[in-house]
């Protein structure tokens, strides 16, 4: 059975660093990892997907790894702002059902102080 | 085509009404998810769909939640004899199965029990 875990639950950084969070998954039989951002109320906004084929995929100041061998995934946000402020969620679908069903970490809380 | 809507955006009901809510995919998407999202928890699968067939169905999901996606195209879930325990957030999504399998969430149906 897929687990994901996002360790950790709540972070709080000043503008202008850059970070690092992280996802971890039980069952490295993945068939893609997708990183997602929600803002309170709101639905999920995709950001990354990585192929089990890939090892990372970037999109202007983020910056998504997959390591199956050890079964995490890093997401790394490149100086910070106030607007990155929202939760972020790792999800990963399995290659018993082709890229189904997503199984969703709890997310990290991030907040960025100005 | 402005991506995946979710109708209504919010439900306020007894507890033993029945409630249905609907999806409208991005318009070439072939798959067709459902989640839930409680406060502070990543969204858990319901179901989803492939075109027409309902190709799974989480255990979780009691016999009193029923979706149907007639034409392939939009989808409905509906919820008999509601309780307070399903108040929650249902989330849509929808996916290029075969592509880029990213997959793209509507803004949700926040649903009160009362």
Sequence with gaps: KQEVTQIPAALSVPEGENLVLNCSFADSAIYNLQWFRQDPGKGLTSLLLIQ????????????????????????????????????????????YNQGGKLIFGQGTELSVKP | DTGVSQDPRHKITKRGQNVTFRCDPISEHNRLYWYRQTLGQGPEFLTYFQNEAQLEKSRLLSDRFSAERPKGSFSTLEIQRTEQGDSAMYLCASSLYGSTDTQYFGPGTRLTVL
């Design chain 1, 52 to 95: 089990s084929s890939q090892r990372e995929q970037t999109s202007g100041r983020l910056n998504a790894s997959l390591d199956k061998s050890s079964g995490r995934s890093t997401l790394y946000i490149a100086a910070s702002q106030p607007g990155d402020s929202a939760t972020y969620l790792c999800a990963t679908s399995t290659i």
